[in-house]
């Protein structure tokens, strides 16, 4: 998976889908949170993306954000 395949599978998830992941609080905190946080790739591997979010890393694969 590359940059590309993650941003199309994310493109779908609408509020919803993010809230019954979470919840809208986490959803509402995570939009705040992203005003001020640098959001990098740091890496692509075949198994998925690792993205950058201020000093944590998150693993996006094929299965997307529920298993990240």
Known sequence: MNVADIAALLRRYDDETWIALANRGLLRRARKDLETL??????EAVEGIEI???DLTVRIGAAGPGEA
């Not at 640098?38 to 890496?43: E, R």
Request: no cysteine; charged share 10%.
């Open 52 to 54: 950058a979010v201020g």
């Open 38 to 43: 640098k959001v990098q790739v740091t890496s």
